[in-house]
């Protein structure tokens, strides 16, 4: 991965970040235009995207922002992303497939299954479709790198979550298997497991009287920083946070099913 400013005349990389309207997406673009990047960010709202993008932009003014907005839980926006940015004329030297929401409540009696399905949708059914896409290209050309968001909710069985943290054992799994299978082609796959992260996430999945939403959190920025040094070190996962690392490698290394599903609702549950 390339991490400093191209000399002038070189062509810059270009990244692709979904979810880059807010939170730890904005900010991995944000660092990646920072590092030398030209980024295309996506997500489903225009005017937050618009917004973001004018942020980078204003800040990075040799980067090359362009905004595609899609809606990914629609399979035909996923294939408009990957088009848009097709039409653009350049490979994309890293994917952060990033974007995802959270679904909080009872799942027998309080969630609605619309708004679960829309989050497998999301969460899972358009990231295989999107890295199905972007992974073909960098694996034919030989070069890439693929950085996915899951969470260390991926090891952590989620009660009153438990779609969401399904969803993120999903692509915990699903990345450290194609990282697997495209390391022969030179194409680097690195999960992201952030912890509680100080972004609209909670308030988007309607959880502020939840324990988690109203305990500490780390810095988007922090994430977003820790993630492109993993992706630079070529590591098949980043835990961020030393308490989360700590949490995470105590799970691991120590704990049932049951016991971490008890840890992870002591959080969930209403403050
Ligand atoms: N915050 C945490 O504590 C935490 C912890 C671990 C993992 N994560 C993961 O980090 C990732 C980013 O979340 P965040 O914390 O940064 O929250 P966020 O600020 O709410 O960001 C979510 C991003 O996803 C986009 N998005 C939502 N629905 C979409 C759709 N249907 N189509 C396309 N894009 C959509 C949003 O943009 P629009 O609204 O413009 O569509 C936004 O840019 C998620 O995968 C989340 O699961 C978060």
Redesign the pocket.
Known sequence: MATSTPPPGEPRPLALV?????????ELARKLAEIGFDVVV????RG??TQAANAIQSEHGDARVEIVQ????RTEDVQKLYGTVQSLGRSVDILAA?????VWGDFAEGTSLDAELALLD??VVSQVHLIKLFARDMASRGSGDILI?????GILPGPLMAVYAAS?AFLRSFGQAIRQELADRNVNVTVLM????E????D?AEMQASKVAQGA?QD?EEVAEAALRALADGSDHVVTGLKNKIQASLAKKMMSDPTRARIHGSMTKPQ
């Open positions: 979904t979810g880059a309207s807010s939170g730890i997406g904005f996506t997500s489903s709202d937050k995207l899609a809606d990914l839980t990033n974007a995802g929401v959270g999301l969460n968001t899951s969470s260390i909710a993120k952030p912890g509680p992260t972004t609209d996430f909670f988007r959190k988007p």
